[in-house]
């Protein structure tokens, strides 16, 4: 069956900045967020993702200004993580223009958040943010804060508690790639992504076409996010859509 | 002068997005929270997310659901988008069995969760899925919604249900999913329910808001 893969700009902002770094940690100052934003609306991005990385930290997401200058003239969905810890903040961030709200820490503190969210806004708006390391072969653990804490939990278990919980999507990020170029965690995005039955978008480590074919063929992600490879210029949304739509090369040969 | 186009705020989803779209096409966006201003609406837009019972519940409770059907039946412009296009047919099979609005015959059920071959798929359906011409054609692609926009163009999509009107010509675009011909767009006379989000999905999505702005 064809798949549409969605792909979506993932900014990281450290008020009022548009940062990257590596491994979620080593921040290097980008610019403003929403000439970013706008700019890959313009170049076709499917969704957007504003992740406030340092909101956890403040004990609240501080984008709500950003989104809605960016939703006034971004007609794409976006999500917004960082910092959500209850149904109010949730209610808060929507109206200011986001669409979904992605959950990690306090999903992790109080899993009940996850059901109140979906029940009060639809799964569809719950995505469950994840951040995975790698522990053994097969295995990865749960962290928080942008993997600074560890929580001793199961990456798969806890997403498949999540989905039962509703979670209408998730989103995985290796905190071993963030940032590195070496490509996705394979194996962990595959686990995930044929684990359970709603989308995973995968955040991580794409430094080349080819990382994001394997991750799409191999690793049968649903979405992928993209943060450096565009913000840095090294890739352009036109390049990925081709590369996503040129079929597989022994098709191709036939 | 701005058209005035009314968006009925039933306490679910996000209306936000909705506004700043109909605005963006050149329309007037007002909420509206009352059976007089639904009855009295020159245009309307019933927008929504989440489950269905909680949507026909919010309009219940604010006594909007006469309203709304009253109005369907006054041949003024319509558009049900997403839970709100689901929320115009008759029957609603989500968590047992639900009456919807019933202003086009047909039923709304949960997109199974293989694909034609039986392969899992991913519910919700979520992305960008291109509108093509629904199987009975006998609507053709020249509906004043579908003004300048061409087959084939990509649209957001995020649903688990999906509507079956009972008669192929109020089907005026569908889309594919899992090897499956899903309504995208309904229609019957002036009342259109739009499976996906027109106000998330670009230009084009604006464009199709754009369109229902201006029918006379």
Known sequence: ?254 | MNKTVSIVDYGIGNLFSVSRAVEQCGGQPVLVTTPEEVLNAERLILPGVGAFADGMDGLRTRGLIDALKAYGQSNRPLLGICLGMQMLLEINEEFGIHNGLGLIPGRVCAIPSTDITGQKHKIPHIGWTALQKAPSQAQDWDDPLLCNIPENTKVYFVHSFTAFPTHDNHRLADAWYGGRQISAIIRKGRLYGCQFHPEKSGPWGLKILENFINLN
């Open chain 1, 1 to 254: 069956m064809p798949r549409n893969i969605r792909i979506i700009p993932r900014l990281d902002i450290k008020s009022p900045n548009l940062v990257k770094g590596i491994h979620l940690e080593g921040l290097r100052v980008m610019g403003e967020p929403r000439t970013f934003a706008r700019r890959y609306y313009e170049e076709g991005a499917d969704e957007l993702l504003y992740i406030d990385i340092v909101a956890s930290l403040y004990g609240r997401n501080n984008l709500r200004e950003l989104v809605r200058r960016t939703a006034h003239d971004v007609f794409i969905p976006i999500t917004v993580g960082g910092g959500i810890r209850s149904v109010d903040d949730v209610t808060e961030i929507l109206r200011s223009g986001a669409d979904k709200v992605a959950i990690n820490t306090a999903a992790v503190h109080r899993p009940a958040l996850i059901r109140e969210v979906a029940r009060r806004f639809g799964s569809q708006c719950m995505v469950l943010s994840v951040e995975a390391k790698w522990i053994a072969p097969g295995k990865w653990e749960v962290y928080t804060d942008n993997g600074r804490e560890k929580t001793g939990r199961d990456v798969k278990e806890w997403v498949m508690q999540a989905v039962e919980l509703g979670a209408g999507e998730v989103l995985l990020t290796s905190v071993d790639r963030e940032g590195t170029r070496k490509g996705f965690d394979l194996p962990l995005v595959k686990e995930i992504a044929t684990l359970v039955g709603v989308p995973v978008i995968a955040s991580g480590g794409m430094g080349n076409l080819t990382h994001l074919r394997e991750v799409v063929e191999e690793g049968c992600a649903d979405a992928i996010a993209v943060a450096d490879a565009l913000h840095y210029n090294r890739l352009t949304l036109a390049e990925m859509r081709t590369a996503l739509e040129t079929p597989p090369l022994e098709v191709a040969l036939r």
